[in-house]
């Protein structure tokens, strides 16, 4: 079957720009792999970083978020709040055990085409180089860690 | 006259004024001490300090926004005050704040270490640098420094940073500069064993949310969606990765905002050391953006702002 | 709920490449999935058609369509599935196309991608919500914010068009740079007799109110419902009583005064009407030359004014106006020279700007149209124009093109010639920018029919030699330097954004680049628009442009706010913020973060809590994304929906 090496790639895309850059890639036929999934939000001042970390810890391999250049925001201000935001979660990931790599943010608009099938198959590579996400284990029950606590 | 005697006349001579103070009291044993609501003269005899003031008790102050309280509070509390205010949860003229030098904390999961079950524990004595305990009649001691918690071994406002009342002389601060070395220490570990050491904590949790519970600046109350589950952020199945997604939510929503007072820690029935993501963010906030929550309490919350050119911020290229 | 899910073939676009049949089959198996096809053209009139008749058939509750971008298409299936009955949000789209097909030829990953995008789409739906609009009333009332030559023209098309205008001016008269100008390019017909009489309109027209010597304070509201709050400087005088005679000018002792009117050129006095046809005509004080107001001395103007107009005392004033659009007509500043220093430019008195020699040229300048040096007087024999100062010169941070600076030069070198026929112009230029009607033609009459000697190079430095100006720069067509004895030396400065401009865009909630200039909504499709509803843009504030570009988005903006006032009713947008009371805890932080100040505090039952103003919420989402407990969603993009899509992505 092709395809089988596929990895869980999600992206969240801000409709104003990266998503319209998405969508010029594909106008282009600029090739890209398939293992992006693209999730479409109004702003990427809507990105809450717990996002990311739902989709990490839900089965994601690897998670790419991308908004309008800074000053390009449709909304003036949002990419700004979210530069912060999403700055300060993925220097949070190397504590949390997991390798930085696996999440990036960056800007493309709406004319970015080949910017776009550049980010995604650099990113793609990236998440391949990193490979899938390790998972934690089935806990046993906590009943009994607590017995043992003795706490 | 003693810094206790000082901050009892203080509260006393303030509580007619307002609705209720709060402070600590012997608890159920001589090693728990437990938060004390004084509203009458007389509550305010029971009072102690000392270093088994473990709780933060601004903690209270968001649910008593409307009311006249007084709090007492360590140098590490009073960072939640000045959070709380900053952040409108309280309002700072409601609140009046009694601070005193605080030598520190015990951290009693360090003291069983030292000291072996103290389940039955009959008296509790510190003596200069020494904490002494009676357990099953038998006399058992270690020095203060070897049970402090670790914050206290990092600290440096043992004095409250916002206060109306002071009792005592300020102290000198154990530390000048915090160099988040155990966060440091802890990203120097491969990365599978990071993973591996929140794997192994993890699956302890018995999510019984005290570590929000305890949490001062944890605002979202009776709507966490822990329980809420809406939005539905975690599910209620028993899998390690809803309660690691707990804790990340817990960490991020105090992200710019956790004044490091350690509660969440200290309230883990089961010893998880949580207060690590925060010390990981509080160090990146640092470092992002010059901020740490509490210290000024006109500074602007980091992630409520922005600047067009972030200094510290470094994009990277594709 | 019964969902149906539509997989388009798009002719071979998607088909060629995702088996659509299959992730037809596949659709079928997802939850609430009651019905499941594909299909030839989704957005063709019978593939229209089949998504309305499934609907009646298998009475669904809410369609998927998976095709091509929503940018696309999302607008028309809405309209399919509203024909059907149903709530237009009642819809997703899945991009297999853009998204999938077209970017790569794996056909079994592709239907596999195809089929999980679609799964995405249909668990969205599963927790869509129908959605509403608001209508509110529109205040058919616009505001035009800069009485230039843009302003002007959006003005009198909007009161033309019925509409009440508001049109506000920093100075004390409209009219702007163009006034300012001698001749225009490339019909070189006297500018003033172009735009007089268009001020004048402006003057009598009924429908216009003009705020001169006015700035804007603070704006409120929303499209349809602006509050704006105006502030007009102290003009020293009583216009309701000032005739503009003009007798105060010329009894005023003070006459050094600085003269912004002629740029300097020139000094005018502490009291004074700025050109003779200015709109309003009336008197204004400047207070830094006044002696009364300075030294508490003088008063003459006070004594001799016919109307007992002038008042000492006059402060400035604080009012309101309401409007329902605004249109922003700003216009441009002129580059600061004097930061370049190799130039001598601010220093040498014979290195003017170009807009400073327009006004030694206009017969109604300080020099009554002779062109004479402002050091000696003299008239100057070798003139050199230098091109693109504070224009594509990244060192000085303007990297862009101003646009219109080579097209004035030539047209000041033609005029140079009319009036001193004996002499020399020299022009240094990097490139010949002339893309107008007419344009290239005008340029090539300055060269050929007026003999100025065009240099490719840009100047190195200009310093005095006796009374010339030695100009010393490369030829980069000859490949050698060149110097030249010049007796005037113009700087074609650059334009910049209006001094302020920023400050205003965030008065008004809407972008701007770095530079300052406003940022339009789209650079192709919306140029006149910005991202504030109701809030449009005309002339240089947008981009650096000539007078026929500023004219016409004069009207353009103008034709935009009629076509917003041809309703008598406005509905929102219902993807916006709503606030959950209940959870609600009243921190603040949403209001805190919203770019668009649409959410306030409200007290409810002696608690603080955020509400939503509906009309001003434009659907970012920042204050979702923002609050902890997650109280106030962004209705269509909630918490749980994009929760769902993730969880429809990774868990399945």
Same mark, same amino acid.
Request: hydrophobic share 40%; with cysteine; aromatic share 8%.
């Given at each position: 079957?092709?395809?089988?090496?596929?990895?869980?790639?999600?992206?969240?895309?801000?409709?104003?720009?990266?998503?319209?850059?998405?969508?010029?890639?594909?106008?282009?036929?600029?090739?890209?792999?398939?293992?992006?999934?693209?999730?479409?939000?109004?702003?990427?001042?809507?990105?809450?970083?717990?996002?990311?970390?739902?989709?990490?810890?839900?089965?994601?391999?690897?998670?790419?978020?991308?908004?309008?250049?800074?000053?390009?925001?449709?909304?003036?201000?949002?990419?700004?709040?979210?530069r912060r935001r999403l700055e300060v979660f993925k220097r949070l990931l190397p504590t949390l055990g997991i390798d930085p790599g696996r999440f990036e943010y960056t800007w493309v608009s709406a004319s970015e085409?080949?910017?776009?099938?550049?980010?995604?198959?650099?990113?793609?590579?990236?998440?391949?180089?990193?490979?899938?996400?390790?998972?934690?284990?089935?806990?046993?029950?906590?009943?009994?860690?607590?017995?043992?606590?003795?706490? | 006259?003693?810094?206790?005697?000082?901050?009892?006349?203080?509260?006393?001579?303030?509580?007619?004024?307002?609705?209720?103070?709060?402070?600590?009291?012997?608890?159920?044993?001589?090693?728990?001490?437990? &938060?004390?609501?004084?509203?009458?003269?007389?509550?305010?005899?029971?009072?102690?300090?000392?270093?088994?003031?473990?709780?933060?008790?601004?903690?209270?102050?968001?649910?008593?926004?409307?009311?006249?309280?007084?709090?007492?509070?360590?140098?590490?509390?009073?960072?939640?005050?000045?959070?709380?205010?900053?952040?409108?949860?309280?309002?700072?003229?409601?609140?009046?704040?009694?601070?005193?030098?605080?030598?520190?904390?015990?951290?009693?999961?360090?003291?069983?270490?030292?000291?072996?079950?103290?389940?039955?524990?009959?008296?509790?004595?510190?003596?200069?640098?020494?904490?002494?305990?009676?357990?099953?009649?038998?006399?058992?001691?270690?020095?203060?420094?070897?049970?402090?918690?670790?914050?206290?071994?990092?600290?440096?406002? &043992?004095?409250?940073?916002?206060?109306?009342?002071?009792?005592?002389?300020?102290?000198?601060?154990?530390?000048?500069?915090?160099?988040?070395?155990?966060?440091?220490?802890?990203?120097?570990?491969?990365?599978?064993?990071?993973?591996?050491?929140?794997?192994?904590?993890?699956?302890?949790?018995?999510?019984?949310?005290?570590?929000?519970?305890?949490?001062?600046?944890?605002?979202?109350?009776?709507?966490?969606?822990?329980?809420?589950?809406?939005?539905?952020?975690?599910?209620?199945?028993?899998?390690?990765?809803?309660?690691?997604?707990?804790?990340?939510?817990h960490a991020m929503h105090l992200a710019g905002r956790c004044v490091e007072c350690g509660e969440c820690q200290r309230a883990c029935p089961v010893d998880i050391p949580i207060l690590a993501l925060k010390r990981?963010?509080?160090?990146?906030?640092?470092?992002?953006?010059?901020?740490?929550?509490?210290?000024?309490?006109?500074?602007?919350?980091?992630?409520?702002?922005?600047?067009?050119?972030?200094?510290?911020?470094?994009?990277?290229?594709? | 709920?019964?969902?149906?899910?539509?997989?388009?073939?798009?002719?071979?676009?998607?088909?060629?490449?995702?088996?659509?049949?299959?992730?037809?089959?596949?659709?079928?198996?997802?939850?609430?999935?009651?019905?499941?096809?594909?299909?030839?053209?989704?957005?063709?009139?019978?593939?229209?058609?089949?998504?309305?008749?499934?609907?009646?058939?298998?009475?669904?509750?809410?369609?998927?369509?998976?095709?091509?971008?929503?940018?696309?298409?999302?607008?028309?299936?809405?309209?399919?599935?509203?024909?059907?009955?149903?709530?237009?949000?009642?819809?997703?789209?899945?991009?297999?196309?853009?998204?999938?097909?077209?970017?790569?030829?794996?056909?079994?990953?592709?239907?596999?991608?195809?089929?999980?995008?679609?799964?995405?789409?249909?668990?969205?739906?599963?927790?869509?919500?129908?959605?509403?609009?608001?209508?509110?009333?529109?205040?058919?009332?616009?505001?035009?914010?800069?009485?230039?030559?843009?302003?002007?023209?959006?003005?009198?098309?909007?009161?033309?068009?019925?509409?009440?205008?508001?049109?506000?001016?920093? %100075?004390?008269?409209?009219?702007?740079?163009?006034?300012?100008?001698?001749?225009?390019?490339?019909?070189?017909?006297?500018?003033?007799?172009?735009?007089?009489?268009?001020?004048?309109?402006?003057?009598?027209?009924?429908?216009?109110?003009?705020?001169?010597?006015?700035?804007?304070?603070?704006?409120?509201?929303?499209?349809?419902?602006?509050?704006?709050?105006?502030?007009?400087?102290?003009?020293?005088?009583?216009?309701?009583?000032?005739?503009? +005679?003009?007798?105060?000018? %010329?009894?005023?002792?003070?006459?050094?005064?600085?003269?912004?009117?002629?740029?300097?050129?020139?000094?005018?006095?502490?009291?004074?009407?700025?050109?003779?046809?200015?709109?309003?005509?009336?008197?204004?004080?400047?207070?830094?030359?006044?002696?009364?107001?300075?030294?508490?001395?003088?008063?003459?103007?006070?004594?001799?004014?016919?109307?007992?107009?002038?008042?000492?005392?006059?402060?400035?004033?604080?009012?309101?106006?309401?409007?329902?659009?605004?249109?922003?007509?700003?216009?441009?500043?002129?580059?600061?020279?004097?930061?370049?220093?190799?130039?001598?430019?601010?220093?040498?008195?014979?290195?003017?700007?170009?807009?400073?020699?327009?006004?030694?040229?206009?017969?109604?300048?300080?020099?009554?149209?002779? $062109?004479?040096?402002?050091?000696?007087?003299?008239?100057?024999?070798?003139?050199?124009?230098?091109?693109?100062?504070?224009?594509?010169?990244?060192?000085?941070?303007?990297?862009?093109?101003?646009?219109?600076?080579?097209?004035?030069?030539?047209?000041?070198?033609?005029?140079?010639?009319?009036?001193?026929?004996?002499?020399?112009?020299? $022009?240094?230029?990097?490139?010949?920018?002339?893309?107008?009607?007419?344009?290239?033609?005008?340029?090539?009459?300055?060269? %050929?029919?007026?003999?100025?000697?065009?240099?490719?190079?840009?100047?190195?430095?200009?310093?005095?030699?006796?009374?010339?100006?030695?100009?010393?720069?490369?030829?980069?067509?000859?490949?050698?330097?060149?110097?030249?004895?010049?007796?005037?030396?113009?700087?074609?400065?650059?334009?910049?954004?209006?001094?302020?401009?920023?400050?205003?865009?965030?008065?008004?909630?809407?972008?701007?680049?770095?530079?300052?200039?406003?940022?339009?909504?789209?650079?192709?499709?919306?140029?006149?628009?910005?991202?504030?509803?109701?809030?449009?843009?005309?002339?240089?504030?947008?981009?650096?442009?000539?007078?026929?570009?500023?004219?016409?988005?004069?009207?353009?903006?103008?034709?935009?706010?009629?076509?917003?006032?041809?309703?008598?009713?406005?509905?929102?947008?219902?993807?916006?913020?709503?606030?959950?009371?209940?959870?609600?805890?009243?921190?603040?932080?949403?209001?805190?973060?919203?770019?668009?100040?649409?959410?306030?505090?409200?007290?409810?039952?002696?608690?603080?809590?955020?509400?939503?103003? %509906?009309?001003? +919420?434009?659907?970012?989402?920042? +204050?979702t994304a923002t609050c902890p407990q997650g109280a106030i969603q962004l209705a269509h993009f909630t918490d749980n929906q994009i929760l769902a899509e993730v969880n429809a992505l990774c868990l399945a």
């Open positions: 079957m092709s395809g089988v090496n596929e990895l869980r790639i999600v992206g969240f895309l801000c409709n104003w720009c990266s998503y319209g850059g998405a969508d010029a890639a594909g106008v282009g036929r600029l090739a890209q792999p398939t293992d992006l999934r693209i999730i479409r939000m109004p702003c990427s001042g809507r990105i809450n970083p717990l996002f990311v970390a739902r989709t990490l810890l839900s089965g994601a391999d690897g998670v790419l978020v991308s908004g309008c250049h800074p000053r390009d925001c449709h909304y003036a201000e949002g990419n700004f709040y979210a085409g080949q910017r776009w099938q550049t980010v995604v198959t650099t990113f793609t590579e990236q998440i391949h180089r990193l490979g899938p996400m390790p998972r934690f284990s089935p806990g046993e029950a906590c009943v009994a860690v607590l017995a043992e606590s003795g706490g | 006259m003693n810094v206790l005697s000082q901050l009892k006349e203080q509260i006393a001579a303030t509580l007619p004024n307002l609705d209720l103070v709060i402070g600590w009291e012997r608890g159920f044993d001589p090693l728990h001490h437990t &938060p004390l609501f004084m509203r009458r003269p007389e509550d305010v005899e029971r009072l102690v300090i000392d270093a088994l003031c473990v709780h933060n008790l601004a903690v209270y102050l968001p649910g008593l926004k409307n009311k006249k309280v007084g709090v007492a509070v360590k140098g590490c509390d009073s960072r939640a005050v000045n959070q709380l205010a900053r952040e409108g949860l309280i309002k700072r003229e409601n609140v009046v704040v009694f601070g005193f030098p605080c030598d520190g904390a015990a951290d009693l999961t360090k003291v069983r270490r030292q000291l072996g079950d103290i389940s039955g524990v009959q008296s509790a004595a510190l003596e200069g640098d020494l904490l002494r305990v009676v357990v099953d009649g038998k006399e058992r001691e270690t020095p203060l420094k070897d049970v402090l918690a670790d914050k206290c071994l990092r600290c440096r406002y &043992p004095n409250a940073l916002t206060h109306d009342h002071f009792a005592g002389e300020p102290r000198e601060a154990r530390v000048q500069t915090d160099d988040y070395k155990d966060v440091v220490d802890f990203e120097a570990l491969p990365l599978e064993a990071r993973f591996a050491h929140w794997q192994q904590e993890m699956q302890r949790c018995i999510r019984c949310y005290a570590c929000r519970n305890a949490c001062p600046m944890c605002v979202c109350r009776d709507h966490c969606v822990a329980q809420s589950r809406d939005p539905h952020w975690v599910t209620q199945e028993d899998e390690t990765r809803e309660k690691w997604m707990f804790q990340i939510i990981k963010l509080n160090k990146e906030i640092r470092e992002l953006f010059d901020f740490e929550a509490g210290v000024d309490p006109q500074a602007v919350p980091p992630l409520l702002s922005f600047q067009v050119e972030e200094k510290n911020i470094n994009e990277r290229g594709w | 709920m019964k969902i149906g899910v539509f997989i388009c073939h798009c002719g071979s676009n998607i088909a060629g490449t995702v088996d659509t049949a299959q992730v037809a089959r596949t659709a079928l198996e997802f939850p609430d999935v009651a019905f499941a096809t594909d299909t030839m053209y989704a957005c063709s009139e019978p593939g229209q058609e089949a998504i309305v008749q499934a609907i009646k058939d298998h009475g669904l509750d809410g369609v998927v369509v998976s095709s091509c971008t929503p940018l696309m298409h999302e607008p028309t299936f809405r309209r399919t599935v509203e024909r059907a009955g149903l709530n237009r949000f009642m819809f997703e789209m899945a991009n297999i196309r853009e998204h999938v097909s077209w970017i790569g030829k794996d056909t079994e990953a592709n239907t596999r991608k195809a089929a999980e995008l679609t799964r995405m789409a249909v668990e969205k739906l599963r927790r869509n919500m129908p959605l509403f609009a608001k209508q509110f009333e529109v205040n058919k009332r616009v505001l035009v914010v800069g009485g230039g030559v843009a302003g002007i023209q959006a003005a009198l098309d909007c009161a033309d068009g019925g509409r009440e205008v508001v049109l506000v001016e920093r %100075e004390s008269t409209i009219g702007g740079k163009m006034a300012k100008l001698d001749k225009t390019f490339p019909t070189v017909d006297c500018s003033s007799c172009v735009l007089g009489p268009k001020m004048v309109d402006v003057a009598q027209h009924p429908k216009i109110t003009v705020h001169a010597l006015s700035e804007i304070e603070d704006v409120k509201g929303f499209v349809g419902n602006f509050e704006i709050a105006i502030r007009r400087k102290a003009a020293y005088v009583d216009w309701a009583k000032c005739t503009g +005679c003009g007798l105060c000018m %010329e009894k005023c002792p003070s006459r050094k005064s600085l003269d912004r009117f002629n740029e300097g050129v020139g000094t005018t006095t502490a009291i004074n009407i700025p050109f003779p046809q200015a709109i309003p005509k009336k008197a204004v004080i400047d207070p830094a030359f006044c002696l009364k107001l300075t030294k508490d001395k003088c008063g003459v103007c006070a004594k001799i004014c016919p109307t007992q107009a002038i008042d000492f005392k006059q402060q400035e004033a604080l009012f309101t106006e309401q409007v329902g659009a605004v249109i922003a007509a700003t216009g441009y500043d002129l580059f600061d020279i004097s930061k370049y220093g190799e130039y001598g430019a601010g220093k040498l008195p014979d290195v003017i700007t170009g807009l400073q020699y327009e006004r030694l040229l206009s017969a109604s300048g300080p020099t009554g149209g002779h $062109v004479q040096r402002p050091s000696d007087g003299r008239e100057p024999k070798t003139v050199v124009f230098v091109q693109c100062v504070g224009s594509r010169d990244k060192s000085v941070d303007r990297p862009y093109c101003s646009g219109f600076c080579c097209m004035y030069t030539a047209k000041q070198v033609i005029l140079t010639r009319d009036h001193i026929p004996d002499s020399t112009s020299y $022009v240094f230029y990097m490139d010949i920018r002339a893309p107008g009607k007419m344009y290239d033609e005008f340029t090539r009459r300055a060269m %050929e029919e007026y003999g100025a000697r065009y240099v490719r190079g840009r100047v190195a430095m200009i310093y005095p030699k006796g009374d010339k100006y030695v100009v010393r720069g490369a030829d980069t067509l000859m490949g050698t330097q060149v110097e030249v004895e010049a007796d005037l030396v113009v700087l074609a400065a650059g334009a910049e954004a209006s001094q302020g401009a920023g400050k205003l865009a965030e008065k008004l909630r809407i972008s701007y680049d770095k530079y300052g200039f406003f940022l339009e909504s789209h650079p192709k499709l919306r140029p006149v628009e910005t991202n504030t509803a109701g809030v449009y843009l005309a002339g240089s504030c947008q981009g650096p442009k000539d007078i026929p570009a500023s004219v016409a988005q004069g009207s353009a903006a103008a034709a935009k706010v009629l076509a917003l006032f041809s309703k008598d009713k406005l509905e929102n947008d219902p993807m916006i913020a709503a606030v959950d009371i209940r959870r609600c805890v009243g921190c603040g932080k949403c209001i805190q973060v919203c770019p668009f100040k649409a959410i306030k505090e409200v007290d409810f039952r002696g608690e603080p809590k955020a509400e939503v103003i %509906e009309t001003v +919420c434009q659907g970012c989402g920042l +204050c």
